[in-house]
């Protein structure tokens, strides 16, 4: 994607420049948090977004002046009390003309998808990052210094990728259920057939499989605004060996828990174990001690 990447800065260079000064765009592909891009339908690259585990100086700031706004970035950043590794740091979004908003968005939406973990995007520049439509359609400024010339935004998860409520899927959910799973099914998915147990060729196979859930099969489905947009059929009652012939499951142990007297290592024949200093004096002590009545006793019975 690298030489479409390089395209699209070009296409702003000055304005880019302005906002993050000079870029080593392979180096953010390669090293950074995060670096995803976004396509058109022909496959032209029309977005950029990388990010960082820290915040980036402000270009045009002295070296002292540089290290005294990171302070007060960090500062005001710790207010937000997000934990450690909760957060990432937007180092630069580029984008083409008409996708500023769309790509921006599906960007951040790729992002938060793929880091989990990650609570919040924060964003520290200079004020001209008001003009990006992206930046004050998502987030929100949370911190301005008029020392340093730089704004703190803060882009939260669930204002772009809101959190699902996920619960025991029940069987009158079934027909709200059956678009989702139709729509997967057209996607090619491979993991939405039915089992043969719900007779999937007959009508309500889906309520059929809801209806036998038990110790060892379970349902779920994901909710968002009470609208049910995922599902999720999983079992314990699989035929290990048909799996191991299937595939090659040397590094899992071949999906089987190893018997207790295997997970000790073997001991060496020739195997010492360290003894303790004084308790290698006193069988010594004793050997010698051995030795000498030993000793006594053949003088004795030779007199």
């Known amino acids: 994607d690298m030489p479409g990447v390089e395209e699209l800065y070009s296409q702003k260079h000055d304005l880019y420049k302005q906002l993050y000064g000079r870029l080593s765009l392979g180096n953010l592909v390669e090293n950074g948090v995060r670096a995803f891009t976004a396509l058109d339908e022909t496959g032209r690259v029309v977005g ?22 990171l302070k007060w970035v960090a500062g005001e950043a710790a207010k937000l009390n997000y934990a450690s590794g909760e957060t990432m740091w937007l180092k630069v979004f580029l984008w083409a003309p008409n996708f500023e ?42 911190g301005l210094s008029m020392d340093f010339g ?24 079934h027909d709200d259920l059956v678009p989702v799973l139709q729509q997967a ?39 968002d605004n009470g609208r049910l947009v995922g599902l999720m059929a999983l079992t314990s009652a699989i ?50 001690e051995a030795a000498a009545e030993a000793e006594m006793a053949a003088e004795e019975a030779a007199a």
């Open 48 to 69: 950029f977004m990388a990010m960082l585990s820290a915040p980036s100086p402000r270009p045009d700031l002295s070296s002292g002046d540089a290290t005294a706004a």
């Open 101 to 142: 908003l769309s790509g921006g968005k599906a960007l951040l939406k790729a992002i938060f998808a793929a880091s989990s973990g990650t609570k919040a995007i924060l964003l520290s520049g200079p004020q001209e990052f008001d003009k990006i439509e992206v930046i004050n359609s998502t987030m929100t400024q949370v």
């Open 150 to 173: 730089l704004n703190l935004y803060e882009c939260r998860q669930a204002k772009i990728l809101p959190s699902l409520k996920v619960r025991q899927a029940r069987v009158e959910d």
């Open 185 to 223: 099914a057209e996607r090619n998915s491979a993991l939405t057939q039915l089992p043969d147990t719900t007779v999937p060729s007959e009508q309500f196979a889906l309520a059929r499989l809801i209806s036998a859930q038990d110790p060892n099969q379970c349902v779920l489905v994901a909710e």
């Open 239 to 288: 035929n290990i060996r048909s799996l191991q012939k299937a595939f090659d499951l040397d590094a899992f142990d071949n999906l089987m828990i190893p018997p207790e007297d295997e997970e000790t290592e073997a001991v060496p024949e020739n195997f010492e174990a360290d003894k303790d200093p004084g308790q290698e004096e006193a069988e010594k002590a004793a050997a010698e």
